[in-house]
């Protein structure tokens, strides 16, 4: 529940719901408010930050939209500030994709980059249980396609999931799951079967983290995603128009 009660000042022509969000958010900021804390109902609210109903709800609605709050039903339901949600920030760049406000160029490149950034810090920050995590990952993968069982959407990103994580830097691991899930994504509209190569590469490079050597290591996967890249460029297909559009310019 919120624990405390601030009324929102409104100023400079601002809306009253977006204060309330504001005020949420400076909460969960300040620590009043935590993941699993449930807010009080709507006439509450709206008492505690002196506005309508509906701000209060529209706010409600804006936070749910931006993931800070989850809306429970039954009993025990209501509003309750969720725990952090990664997927999030894939679904907010994969809608851009979609909707052509960043290239898919854009993602291979901040890939590559945020992928060499983790390499470096992996090479500083990696404990031998790190790598060892990476190795029993290579060694699963290899034997699922010597039995023709490996497919890029089980096992793709697992492999960069477990490099961004011996960086020991949480907000890195995000970003790098992020833009692999979105990588895989647009690999499974091409082709459901990894490349050949996959598994040597990923030895290679592991072998260099162990070494220590990020620049032999940034190159070997550098090389790897730009060869991807490429073979992603040769595969695109305009996308194909299923059912009748949902609206038109000359709907009325």
Request: proline fraction near 4%; aromatic fraction near 4%.
């Amino acid at each position: 529940m919120m624990k405390r009660a601030v009324p929102a000042k409104r100023a400079g022509g601002r809306r009253a719901f977006e204060e309330v969000c504001d005020q949420i958010r400076r909460d969960l900021a300040a620590g009043i408010l935590s993941p699993g804390d449930r807010l009080p109902a709507e006439r509450i609210m709206a008492e505690q930050f002196g506005v309508g109903r509906a701000a209060v709800r529209e706010a409600l609605r804006m936070l749910e939209m931006s993931g800070v709050i989850l809306t429970r039903k039954g009993v025990n339901g209501g509003p309750y500030i969720r725990a952090g949600n990664p997927e999030m920030l894939t679904n907010v760049v994969r809608d851009l994709l979609h909707l052509r406000q960043i290239s898919a160029d854009s993602i291979f490149e901040t890939r590559i980059l945020l992928t060499n950034d983790a390499i470096r810090l992996a090479c500083e920050r990696g404990m031998h249980s790190d790598f060892d995590a990476i190795e029993r990952d290579i060694d699963r993968c290899e034997q699922l396609a010597r039995e023709g069982r490996f497919n890029r959407s089980a096992y793709i990103v697992e492999f960069y999931n477990l490099l961004a994580k011996a960086t020991h830097n949480e907000v890195l691991l995000m970003l790098v799951n992020s833009l692999s899930e979105l990588q895989r994504q647009l690999l499974d509209r091409i082709s459901p079967q990894p490349r050949r190569n996959v598994i040597q590469v990923r030895r290679r490079v592991l072998a260099y983290l162990r070494s220590r050597n990020a620049a032999s290591a940034i190159a070997e996967m550098t090389a790897h995603l730009k060869s991807l890249a490429r073979y992603m460029k040769s595969q695109e297909r305009p996308p194909k128009a299923k059912g009748r559009p949902i609206c038109r310019r000359d709907d009325h």
